[in-house]
Nanobody
Framework: QVQLVESGGGLVQAGGSLRLSCTAS????????MGWFRQAPGKQREFVSV????????HYAASVKGRFTISRDNAKNMVYLQMNSLKPEDTALYFC???????????????WGQGIQVTVSS
């Protein structure tokens, strides 16, 4: 099974940018749909973005569309989430996720990262 580790989180002011990285090990990343989820305090985990195995198709939650960009480098076993124009409501624990199921909503997750905190101050 693939193991996932996130990095790149932190504290940023509203309007700023961060890039999250997800490093995969254990299995070939190119087998998986890869995605990002987030969970704010007191709320359920929610879908943020997904990218297909080859990277040719991406989908985003309406709340981040136009501000966030997901990408992947299968040769490096890496997935990224570029987050621009950050808002306080983007504050959450962000999780990388992998799925062998070809589902752009990522309803079936095979592996989760441990999560990384993103805090956006107003």
């Amino acid at each position: 099974q693939v193991q996932l580790v996130e990095s790149g989180g932190g504290l940023v002011q509203a309007g700023g940018s961060l890039r999250l990285s997800c490093t995969a090990s254990g299995r070939t990343l190119s087998r998986y749909f890869m995605g990002w989820f987030r969970q704010a305090p007191g709320k359920q985990r929610e879908f943020v973005s997904v990218i297909t195995q080859s990277g040719d198709t991406t989908h985003y939650a309406a709340s981040v569309k136009g501000r966030f960009t997901i990408s992947r480098d299968n040769a490096k076993n890496m997935v990224y989430l570029q987050m621009n124009s950050l808002k306080p409501e983007d504050t959450a624990l962000y999780f990388c996720a992998a799925s062998l199921v070809k589902d752009t909503q990522m309803n079936f997750i095979d592996a989760w990262g441990q999560g990384i905190q993103v805090t956006v101050s107003s």
